[in-house]
């Protein structure tokens, strides 16, 4: 468990957050400069509502406690990877009245650092702030100070209080999204099914693996175990065949992703490199590239730009470069969190599920953040409780999930719907709605069939 923990600690993603006295007189708000709390940070205290002082501290508080009087105590880890830990005391008017830095190490080489702080608790009528260490097989160690000096104090008899009557929970700054309201049932009606020949899902080698749909309305899927990847039309009509060279450039493990241009030209990820084919299917490179494989590529629909996505963060990427800053903050002004499904409307405005995933940064709840085709912030939807997000599909407006055998649909307001998959729909695994929006495309796996129902949206 301590072990979980301090892995926890070093990744723990440090949100704007605000921190107050028990008599809630005093507020101190907290705007990191990095997701992790690594850098310095810009703090506000405010008395009865007015602002007290302002300044940018080195450090970011991971944690802190405010007493009756306005004196801040709380910690930091700072430096690569939060090497170090720091203790620290603002006095009322702002200024550091105690900093120590304590050298954090593990036990073996590349094992988690320590100490980690466990508690903190905080006594205004005893003028004192204790700060509980903890280090590895369950060794745990208490150092005090006094508020008002900084001064530090004996531990011998010290014992953590059970109970922190002045410690007042901290809130998140930045609107969250409103929950998700009371759901309408509605009923899938289903058009019909396609079956893609040319797989054998009893193959380990030639199973069909990921199932891409691109602006024209195509059907990409790629074979687990050979790197090809075949074209169909929405009839299950055979279009191109893109197999990759026999030589050393072949990749060696199943895509990632796979994504077509506005030209036609396909591209797959396959650990470390990028696999091209043009827009007849001839095989183009395969090379390595580190850019491409910390996520995944989606084409906008007009020009040769695409988004980047890995878990922390979203570009927005031109044949030069990228196009925009890298977006790592939703828009109330929260880092994300952990970006782990992502689709894009036919306008190329984009949505991704943001997840509380195991980050710890006090909010578990999933988001699903969207952005215009330039980049901007849209806003975010509440992601129901009971869904568990497999797949992803937007109108650019709405967004459908794909939770076990239910369909999420979700819109502005808490505005939410949900539909059961009917019993004759196998496993599935990915979503696309069709290019005029009027079908909702539920390929199932592990064979290659497409499932066509009527979006109940229309």
């Known amino acids: 468990m301590w072990m979980l923990a301090s892995l926890c600690a070093q990744q723990q993603i440090v949100q704007p957050a605000r921190y107050g006295s028990a008599s809630g007189e005093w507020q ?42 306005g004196t801040a105590a709380g910690f930091a880890y ?25 050298e954090r190490k593990g036990l073996v080489v590349d094992a988690p650092a320590e100490p980690l702080v466990s508690g903190v608790w905080l006594s205004s009528a005893e003028d004192r702030v204790v700060f509980e260490l903890e280090y590895a097989r369950n060794s745990r160690h208490l150092l005090p100070f006094r508020l008002s000096t900084g001064e530090g104090l004996k531990a011998d008899s010290l014992r953590m209080p059970s109970e922190d009557p002045e410690h007042v929970p901290r809130t998140l700054l930045g609107d969250a999204p409103p929950p ?15 079956r893609f ?33 075949r074209s169909y039309d929405a009839q299950g009509k055979l279009g191109l065949v893109c197999t990759p060279s026999a030589g050393a450039d072949r990749p060696s493990q199943p895509y990632g992703w ?60 031109g ?9 790592e903050r939703a828009a109330n ?13 036919s306008d190329g405005a984009l949505a991704v599920v943001d997840d509380a995933g195991l980050l710890f940064d006090g909010d578990l709840n999933a988001y699903v953040q969207r952005l215009a085709p330039d980049g901007a912030a849209l806003g975010a939807l509440a992601v129901p409780a009971e869904c568990h997000p497999l797949a992803l599909a937007f109108d650019g407006s709405a967004v459908i999930l794909l939770g076990r055998r239910e369909l999420w649909f979700l819109a502005e307001g808490g505005d939410s719907a949900h539909a059961r998959l009917p019993d004759a729909v196998g496993e599935v695994r990915e979503l696309y709605l069709s290019p005029d929006g009027t079908e909702l495309w539920l390929f199932t796996r592990p064979d290659a069939v497409l499932v066509r129902c009527a979006n109940p949206l229309r």
């Open 28 to 69: 101190l708000t907290i705007e990191p400069s990095q997701r992790y709390g690594r850098g310095p940070a810009s703090y506000r205290m405010f008395h009865r509502d007015e602002l007290e002082w302002a300044r940018e501290l080195a450090l970011t508080f991971v944690d802190a406690r405010i007493a009756a009087d």
């Open 78 to 102: 700072v430096n690569d990877r939060g090497k170090d830990l720091e203790l620290a005391i603002l006095a009322p008017d702002g200024n550091v009245r105690h900093l120590e830095l304590i």
């Open 180 to 194: 998700v309201g009371p759901t309408r049932e509605l009923a899938l009606e289903l058009l019909g099914s396609v």
């Open 197 to 229: 020949e040319g797989f054998d899902a009893s193959d380990s080698v030639k199973r069909p693996h990921l199932r891409h749909v691109d602006a024209r309305g195509r059907i990409w899927i790629s074979e687990l175990g050979t790197g090809v990847v």
């Open 258 to 317: 796979i994504g077509v241009r506005v030209d036609g030209q396909l591209f797959g990820q396959s650990q470390g490199k990028l696999v091209e084919f043009d827009s007849k299917g001839r095989f183009v490179a395969c090379t390595p590239c580190d850019r491409a494989f910390t996520g995944i590529w989606l084409f906008l629909p007009e020009g040769d730009a695409h988004w980047a996505l890995d878990r922390s963060g979203i570009e927005l990427v």
């Open 319 to 327: 044949p030069l470069g990228p196009l925009r800053t890298r977006v």
């Open 333 to 345: 002004g929260r880092w994300l969190r952990d970006l782990t499904l992502a689709a894009m409307a």
